[in-house]
């Protein structure tokens, strides 16, 4: 779902129709302080060499997100 048109009426009916975690990800794909902080744990990740299971579990507590293998 495109992030632009998150107000149209379509998109509206679709997110009525999600459940819990699909409405949680739509909301943080949208939140920018989401999308900088994920794009920080990328950078850490690849261009510093950071431990990828340490950064992302840190990103996970600060969102309060559980990740799935």
Do not use: H
Not at 3 to 28: C, D, H, M, N, V
Not at 39 to 68: C, Y
Request: charged share 40%; glycine share 4%.
């Amino acid at each position: 779902m495109p992030t632009q048109y998150w107000r149209s009426p379509e998109t509206i009916e679709r997110l009525k129709s999600l459940e819990r975690p699909g409405f949680a990800l739509e909301f943080l794909r949208r939140n920018a302080d989401y999308r900088r902080d994920f794009a920080r744990t990328q950078r850490q990740i690849t261009r510093d060499g950071a431990e990828p299971e340490t950064v992302r579990s840190e990103l996970a507590r600060r969102w309060g997100l559980r990740f799935r293998p």
